[in-house]
Each structure stands twice: as structure tokens, then as C-alpha cells.
């Protein structure tokens, strides 16, 4: 049995090692709700992302399976999706289960707002499941190299130790495993 704190650690150190990897600032991972009160209801645990300026000029890598995949606004919905579902694949991964993210309750927040952010890129409903799902199993077979756990791993350690993490903290974790995979 997995307690409480430790899934969310490993969730939210899903979110954060991805969207490291992908080139935002992680300004802070804690257990625990912020105290926000549009913040309900409260969560436990969460993860402030700051993807700085976009470009949309800027060309993406390869497209997860929108249209026009290349353009900067799509790799930038990209980078928000593979972010918000990583923390549910981390954990699906921490568990050793294979439970989808719209069924999980823990983890039905992040697909409705994974649903929610590719609404006008992909307004067709089954369309959208599946571009989700292709990225979800994208994500645990990236999460699952070693490299890529072990970061995960690390800060979910740190983040059950100290129950908070700043963004200098955050990046000392991640600089040193990033390079790695």
C-alpha cells in the first residue's frame, strides 16, 4: 500500500521533471495546496510552472499529432500537455498500474484540464482522446528510462523531505539528470 504523500510526491515530481526537461522555470513543487482561495478545493500537492516568453515563431520539435505541429503556439500546447499529463503517468508508473488518467480519480483534474487545453487545436472529441492517450503512452515510455525515473525519483524524495521545493532547489535536482537523458 502507497500512502498518500508519497503518490502525490511522485505525481508532482512528474510535472516538474517534464516541464524542466521541456524548458520552463519550475518556480516551486510542494505537497500541499497554495494558498490561493480561487484554489478549491484544496489540493495536495502542486506545481508552478513559468514557461517565460513565447514565441510563436519559434518551430517546435516533432508534433504530438496536431495540425501544423510545427509552429510555435503548437509546440507550445505541446509542451503544457506533456506537463499536465506527466504527473498522472508518474504516478500510474510509481503504483504499477496502468490506470487511465480520465478514470483515476487523483488524476482526472489534470486530463480535464489536458482535455480542456487542446479543446480549439483538436475541437473533435474522439480526435482529442486519442491524441491524449498517444501522449500519455509517449510519456510513460520516456518516464520509465532510467535517466528519466531517477529524476523523478529525486524529486520526489526531496519533495517528501522538505515538503517544499523552490525553483533553485528544483533546478540543482534536475541539472544534474537532465543532462543524462
Keep these: 500500500m502507497h500512502d498518500d504523500d508519497t503518490l502525490t510526491a511522485y505525481h508532482e515530481a512528474g510535472h516538474a ?3 524542466y526537461a521541456l524548458g520552463a522555470a519550475v518556480e516551486q513543487v510542494r505537497l500541499g495546496g497554495f494558498d490561493d482561495p480561487d484554489d478549491l478545493p484544496h489540493r495536495f500537492g502542486d506545481v508552478r ?4 516568453r513565447v514565441d510563436p515563431r519559434i518551430a517546435g520539435t516533432r508534433g504530438a499529432g496536431t495540425r501544423g505541429a510545427g509552429k ?15 504527473g498522472p503517468v508518474a504516478e500510474m508508473i510509481y503504483r504499477g498500474e496502468p490506470a487511465h488518467p480520465a ?5 482526472q ?5 489536458a482535455w480542456e487545453l487542446c479543446r480549439v487545436a483538436v475541437p473533435h472529441p474522439e480526435l482529442r482522446t486519442r491524441l491524449l492517450e498517444t501522449l500519455t503512452t509517449s510519456l510513460r515510455q520516456a518516464i520509465e528510462r532510467e535517466a528519466w525515473w ?11 523531505a522538505h515538503e517544499t521545493l523552490d ?6 535536482i534536475l541539472g544534474f539528470w537532465i543532462g543524462r537523458m
Excluded: F, I, M
Excluded at 478514470?103 to 488524476?107: C, E, T
Excluded at 483534474?109 to 484540464?113: I, K, L, S, T, V
Design 17 to 19: 521533471v517534464v516541464a
Design 49 to 52: 510552472v513559468n514557461w517565460g
Design 72 to 86: 510555435g503556439a503548437d509546440w507550445q500546447l505541446q509542451r503544457e500537455l506533456l506537463t499536465v499529463l506527466a
Design 103 to 107: 478514470l483515476h480519480g487523483p488524476s
Design 109 to 113: 483534474g489534470d486530463w480535464a484540464q
Design 150 to 160: 531517477a529524476a523523478v525519483a529525486a524529486v520526489a524524495d526531496e519533495l517528501l
Design 167 to 172: 525553483q533553485e532547489q528544483t533546478e540543482e
